[in-house]
């Protein structure tokens, strides 16, 4: 199971980062040769990888994209396909399965489309073929309180609440693995934190570039952090992932998820 997979791997490796492999725009020989030098240079202080529809395009989920699958699996690193799944149910199902066939762990999937025809066939095709659901719960961009964070009247409830907290109260209902909040706002990772109270773990994407802070994210309820140029643009990849690694792993042992007698 996704869930148990990752938090072992964490345990493994001492470390709750996930690298972002996003190298940006180049010819696809180049983008795979990159990657699997990061890849290479950096695993030992990884938890997972995950992959973006950035490199899935020039890649190809078939081609290139498998040689990045095969490397993660030789390191047993799990994978996670940041999809952000977004449409009507049965093209959801489709595309869950062409990555989870292709060999991904988990999909990250948007809530915004709600269960009926939207996600439910992304979490039946993940129980099937025994795969990962992550959704997201308030993104880390500027842009995120326009949609994440909008005042909704819940369907449900009637109750008049912020967009995340909904969702974060889906992600608990649908048994997601995951939901993804930005590290670029710890307040709502320790409110939605609040909500989910370790029963659905905290993915948080923008640490560094993006200008969050991986202690203040960790400390906030985040269990695993999601990094990508902070690590792949740096000057010495492997040491900059261990230095982010050091911190998050710290700041975990401060929130009491790992015992000090466990080194
Ligand atoms: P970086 O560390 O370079 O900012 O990359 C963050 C990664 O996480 C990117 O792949 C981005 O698409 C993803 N991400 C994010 O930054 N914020 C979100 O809210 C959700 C994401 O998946």
């Known amino acids: 199971m996704f869930r148990h997979d990752i938090e072992n791997s964490a345990r493994k490796k001492k470390s709750n980062v996930i690298l972002a492999l996003d190298l ?3 010819r696809p020989q180049q983008l795979l040769t990159r990657s699997l030098r990061i890849l290479n240079a950096t695993h030992e202080h990884l938890c997972a990888l995950k992959l973006n529809r950035q490199a899935v395009l020039p890649l ?3 081609d290139g994209v498998q040689k990045i699958i095969q490397r993660a699996k030789e390191l047993k690193l799990p994978t996670i396909m940041d999809a952000k ?6 093209t959801n199902r489709a595309i869950a399965e062409y990555y989870y066939k292709a060999g991904f762990d988990a999909v990250i999937a948007s809530p915004f489309v709600g269960w009926n025809e939207g996600l439910q066939p992304v979490f039946e095709v993940a129980q099937k073929m025994n ?6 719960v308030y993104m880390s961009h500027k ?4 949609g994440y964070g909008q005042i909704v009247q819940d369907v449900d409830t009637g109750q008049l609440v912020p967009q995340y907290k909904v969702f974060a109260e889906k992600a608990l209902k649908w048994k997601a693995d995951g939901a993804v909040v930005g590290a670029t706002y710890p307040e709502k990772i320790r409110e939605i ?3 989910l109270k370790d029963k659905v773990a905290i993915y948080s994407p923008g640490v560094g570039t993006q200008g969050g802070d991986a202690e203040a994210a960790v400390k906030g309820g985040a ?10 643009e740096a000057e010495d990849p492997a040491r900059k992932v261990a230095q982010i690694r050091d911190v998050a792993w710290q700041s975990l042992k401060h929130r ?3 015992k000090q007698n466990k080194k």
């Open 24 to 26: 940006g725009v180049d």
């Open 85 to 90: 799944i977004n449409d009507i149910g049965n």
């Open 131 to 136: 795969r990962g659901v992550i959704v997201l």
């Open 60 to 62: 190809g989920l078939f």
């Open 223 to 232: 269990d695993y952090l999601i990094v990508g140029r902070s690590i792949v």
């Open 143 to 146: 842009g995120a309180v326009e």
């Open 193 to 195: 934190h609040s909500v």
């Open 256 to 258: 009491g998820k790992i």
